[in-house]
């Protein structure tokens, strides 16, 4: 039992940084980064990101966050650290609803659009896009963060 309990909550902290650290990524280099090309390349360089992105790698740690954490809560339970997992697992709850009510539709409303040399105005599908998605991701990232740095301090202080 401690064995299982123990990989459960390894694969939560695995799991929750590694989305975190992902979407942070995102807010600090790829979205500056094509933040500077022009408006068909960033069109089409997030229609084939939001393609890729979606993986069995990609999925497991993305609903495993929420999962493993939950799992982790059920066999800590009565113990000083269960509060630090729940508050974890709250927390990334939370940064998966902000991703499957702001992020995704955004994704689906640009891959609407038909691939990039058929767009007819790709600065209008940008503009449509980019803010928006970026303002969504940084919330994300950083309630991801939280959730990370919660789910660690409960791993110092127990």
Known sequence: M???RESLLIAAVLA???IAGLF???AYAVMPG????DDRVFVS???????????????????????????????????PIFWWIVAGA???AIGLLITMVFN???????????????ITDPAAARAAFENAWVRWNLVRAVV???AFAVLLAGLVTR
């Not at 094509?34 to 090309?37: E, I």
């Not at 360089?45 to 059920?74: D, E, W």
């Not at 995704?104 to 058929?118: E, F, H, Q």
């Open 34 to 37: 094509l933040a500077q090309t």
């Open 2 to 4: 401690t064995a299982l």
């Open 144 to 146: 991801h963060t939280v």
């Open 16 to 18: 929750v940084g590694l």
């Open 90 to 92: 709250v927390t990334y």
């Open 45 to 79: 360089s997030m229609q084939r990101i939001n393609v890729v992105i979606v993986n069995p790698l990609f999925l497991l740690l993305f609903f495993g966050g929420l999962v493993f954490t939950t799992a982790a809560a059920v066999f800590y339970r009565g113990e």
């Open 24 to 26: 942070c990524a995102f």
């Open 104 to 118: 995704i539709p955004l994704n689906n409303d640009l891959a609407a659009i038909g691939g990039p040399s058929g």
